[in-house]
Nanobody, 115 residues
């Protein structure tokens, strides 16, 4: 059973930084895609940052230049470095992974950006 466990959320002032981590219970080389989504109450979950096999990355337009997705292969961990945070980045952030025919989600971690 694959498990994804997020950490690193919290409360930060606008323009501050946070680094989220997602630890996988299996080798991250298992997955074709790794990424982060976020969701606020009453809205659909949206993809924030995606890392595809081969190294291609995609970012939500509003976070380009501020967020960076990366991996620590030795620790089977995916990171999301979030800089220059805005109040509108406030959301629950979910780790996501996909292997052929399967998708996996973490439990979510709250990020709150105070203005």
């Amino acid at each position: 059973q694959v498990q994804l466990v997020e950490s690193g959320g919290g409360l930060v002032q606008a323009a501050g930084s946070l680094r989220l981590a997602c630890a996988a219970s299996v080798s991250i080389f298992t997955f074709n895609t790794l990424g982060w989504y976020r969701q606020v109450p009453g809205k659909q979950r949206e993809a924030v940052a995606m890392l595809m096999r081969g190294g291609r990355t995609d970012y939500l337009d509003s976070v380009k230049g501020r967020f960076t997705i990366s991996t620590d292969n030795a620790k089977n961990t995916v990171h999301l470095q979030m800089n220059n945070l805005h109040p509108e980045d406030t959301a629950v952030y979910y780790c996501y992974s996909r292997s052929p025919g399967r998708e996996y989600w973490g439990q979510g971690v709250q990020v709150t950006v105070a203005s």
